[in-house]
């Protein structure tokens, strides 16, 4: 059994990677990775394309992360799809973006193109001319007594848009197939030769709710990249941040679930504590969000006295009233009906598609990026990983039940130990001294929904020259589709709430 | 003279309906709210409602048929007429007579077949599902409805509500195990029946999870606002037939002076409060249930009515 870096150092390396280590490959390597990750040995953490070459990143036994290349002249590669379907999904986006053929693709549809761009491949050398817009078509699911239901991509509520073919027998899903990419803005493509302060901000609109985590993973990555310090103030800074999203963002999933199930009374209160936490985040950062407060050398703007009360008195708000929500949650027969043994996902599932965050965590797969590979300062924090077997709708509400207890304990920490001194150092002189080399970096980063991956180039020029950013999304979707499996139809907006995927990062 | 005033006091009831139905509509929302510690819209909010609907454009499916733009029509006539026949302040009103209960059901049943042929005419998904899970709730709560029914004839020995009121108001009532059964039963296939949590969601954005507001999903303009009229009535009717039957306190009886008639609005108006309150609080304490276990939930209600009017005969034949 092969360790990755066996396989890296079998290939090629490329210089100037950080952290971890990129190597270019020859197409037997590349094979021979295939076949760990279809042994369930290793996990897959992305693959991207560029201009005939593709990357993957792999996550190996020992933890172990690294990149491994495979130079595809003619535009065609061994699929990695054939054998490990996580990767389907990104080998048809990384097919419409670059036009890159894997060779044995049992699935040749288009993803990410539905026919409207003007352009085929249009991140490619060379892109193709516009092709005609063709029919999408859903997989057959055939018998007797089976009817299709269309739902979306618009949708009776206002949420993002993505289009369900469920083919029912009865209430009872028989199928359920996705079909995703409305939202596509082309930030990868925007991105290529940007500035890095640009591709910052662009990288901070990827996904409205993970602003702070994108933005601190591609700070990361490109610090990484250009071998900055951070100074230890702002690493602390940017922890705050990242957890307070958390918060916000795992307190409105607890009441929507709820409300999905028509129990208004916790989405209520839940919007209410989410509100606190949004409002000390624009009184101690400027941004409700947060968007934009992290930036690759630190973080833009200091933490004073009055924002660091802000959040002090919204982190006891919430010690104080959480608990008593998590009660009327457990105690609640009727909603405990609703949630306990629906949407459940197999664990050897959520293993075999590397998913992250609490859709992982409550299907029993222990991961957390930020204690592997981990990172500052979360290595000198306390916290725990709340792992659960269930894997239905309720485990998912636990998980994030847990995390917020977590996530409260991290910030009164951080508060607590936040160093003095600045917050940012200038990222344009490092640009400036490292030009002429292209230098590549990597971050992981664990969001709210799960680890995210950002990996980039800047180019001899000190612009940036290819970024991918992988949203958890992308592993997560899938795994909603078998999920669902046998449930009723009216169950599906509970399940698919408590998986709580990203449209607009998984379109990109 | 005499027949001038009865006939005005007739009218007065029918206008009444129409006036608060969506009064007690935004009552219950408001209530709602409020337990929800948010502000909630103001209580005129579902007038406003009906009239920017009202004052909208059509816009209909291509594949409409004639049937589809008259049956919004047919349901606010059948559930008007309906709710215009249950005494709410005063009994033995002009029409009383025709304030039969069978036929107050039956009213509603062609309301609901009417709604169900509209929700498949134009061939949706959305309104296949959702006539289909009406007419499965149906097929359980009309039964239930029924033998509720079929109890209060035998206590009061008539189905027409104007009798059955006078003497559930009169000391030779009683107190019986039956008649708190059939109150049971008949608040739970009110709930049903109004598309209320837990069986169904009435401000839910989730169209897989609906019932009817997946039937009414492709209506638009007044057609629109025709069918939410009527399931403002549906309310207001549910909640005076309870009222009416069982807390029949208050009611103006037939001849009664004008007095009593405004004695007889009071406690109606005080009565529409405390049932508004009491539904927003159950709303509000209650998560929605599965789909499947709707039939349970009314099968129940069933049981109950079943088990009432079996009690009755048991009793008598003692």
């Known amino acids: ?508 | 003279m005499a027949l001038i005033f009865e006939l005005a006091v007739q009218g007065a009831q029918m206008v009444l309906v129409l006036v608060l139905a969506p009064l007690l509509t935004g009552f219950v929302r408001k209530v709602k709210a409020r337990l929800q510690r948010r502000q909630g819209p103001p209580l005129i909010q579902p007038y406003r409602d009906l009239l920017r609907l009202m004052r909208k454009e059509v816009v209909l499916a291509d594949n409409a048929s004639w049937l589809f733009r008259v049956i919004p029509y047919l349901i606010f006539a059948a559930t008007w007429v309906a709710a215009a026949l249950v005494p709410t302040f005063a009994t033995g009103l002009k029409f009383s007579w025709t304030a039969d209960l069978i036929a107050i059901v039956a009213l509603l049943g062609s309301a609901r077949f009417f709604l169900a042929l509209a929700a498949m005419d134009v061939g949706t998904s959305f309104g296949g599902i959702g006539a289909s899970r009406e007419v499965m709730i149906a097929s359980l709560a009309e039964p239930a409805m029924l033998l509720i029914v079929f109890s209060l004839a035998l206590v009061a020995g008539a189905t027409q509500l104007s009798t059955v009121a006078a003497f559930m108001a009169s000391p030779d009532v009683g107190l019986r195990v039956s008649l708190g059964m059939s109150l049971i039963a008949l608040v739970m296939v009110a709930i049903a029946e109004n598309a209320r949590i837990p069986v169904d969601n009435p401000a839910t954005h989730l169209e897989l999870t609906m019932v009817h507001e997946a039937m009414v999903l492709e209506y638009s303009g007044r057609h629109l606002a025709m069918i939410e009229f009527a399931t403002f009535l549906k309310l207001l009717l549910y909640v005076s037939l309870i009222s009416c039957v069982f807390i029949p306190w208050g009611l103006a009886i037939a001849g009664a002076g004008p007095q009593s008639l405004v004695v007889g609005a009071v406690a109606y108006a005080g009565k529409l409060a405390v049932c508004g309150i009491l539904l927003a609080v159950f709303e509000t304490a209650i998560a929605k249930m599965r789909v499947f276990r709707v039939p349970d939930f009314l099968g129940a209600a069933l049981m109950l009515a079943l088990l009432g009017t079996l009690l009755l005969f048991v009793s008598r034949s003692l």
């Open chain 1, 1 to 508: 059994m092969p360790a990755l870096l066996d396989l890296i150092e079998a290939g090629r390396p490329v210089e100037h990677h950080a952290p971890g280590r990129r190597a270019v490959v020859a197409p037997k390597t590349w094979n021979l990775a295939v076949e760990q990750l279809a042994a369930g040995r290793w996990s897959l953490l992305g693959l991207w394309g560029e201009p005939e070459t593709v990357h993957m990143a792999l996550l190996d036994e020992a933890r172990e992360i690294g990149v491994i290349s495979l130079p595809c002249p003619g535009g065609r590669y061994p699929s990695v799809g054939l054998r490990h379907p996580p990767a389907l999904r990104l080998e048809r986006a990384a097919a419409d973006l670059f036009g890159l053929l894997p060779q044995g693709l049992p699935d040749t549809r288009r993803w990410l193109d539905h026919g409207q761009w003007g352009v085929t491949h249009p991140l490619a050398a060379q892109p193709g001319a516009a092709a005609a817009a063709s029919s999408y078509r859903f997989l057959p699911a055939e018998g007797e007594s089976l009817h299709q239901i269309p739902v979306g991509p618009v949708h009776a509520g206002i949420i993002e848009p993505g289009h369900f073919r469920f083919t029912a027998s009865g209430e009872i899903v028989v199928r359920l197939e996705e079909r995703l990419g409305y939202v596509h803005k082309g930030i990868e493509g925007l991105m290529a030769g940007s500035p890095v302060d640009r591709a910052a901000r662009l990288a901070g609109r990827t996904s409205g709710d993970s602003t702070v985590a994108y933005a601190l993973a591609f700070a990361r990555a490109v610090e990484a990249a250009l071998g900055v310090e951070v100074p230890p103030r702002a690493v602390w800074l940017r922890a705050l941040m990242a957890e307070l999203e958390r918060l916000a963002n795992h307190l409105g999933d607890i009441g929507a679930i709820c409300n999905d199930a028509a129990f208004a009374l916790m989405h209520a209160h839940c919007g209410v504590l989410r509100e606190r936490v949004l409002r000390a985040g624009n009184a101690a950062f400027g941004h409700r969000l947060m968007r934009d407060r992290i930036v690759p050398g630190g973080v833009e703007g200091d933490l004073n006295e009055e924002g660091t009360t802000a959040i002090r008195s919204a982190i006891t708000e919430i010690r104080q009233r959480f608990p008593h929500l998590v009660e009327l949650y457990d105690n609640t027969a009727s909603l405990q009906d609703r949630t306990v043994a629906t949407g459940r996902l197999k664990t050897e599932l959520a293993r075999q598609y590397a998913a992250g965050g609490y859709v992982g965590r409550a299907s029993g797969r222990d991961f957390d990026a930020r204690r592997s590979p981990g990172y500052a300062p979360y290595d000198e924090l306390a916290f725990d990983v709340p792992v659960l077997q269930e894997g239905d709708v309720n485990a998912r509400v636990w998980i994030r039940v847990r995390e917020v207890e977590q996530s409260l304990s991290l910030v009164e920490q951080i508060l607590e130990r936040l160093p003095r001194g600045s917050v940012r150092v200038d990222i344009a002189e490092a640009v400036g001294r490292h030009a002429g080399w292209p230098r590549e970096g990597m971050a992981l980063v664990e969001g709210f929904r799960g680890d995210m991956l950002v990996w980039l180039r800047i180019g001899e020029t000190g612009l940036v020259e290819r970024c991918h950013l992988r949203d958890p999304s992308w592993f997560q979707w899938p795994l909603l589709e078998a999920a669902i499996e046998g449930n009723i139809v009216a169950d599906f907006p509970l399940c698919n709430k408590s998986f709580n995927c990203s449209y607009s990062g998984h379109d990109l």
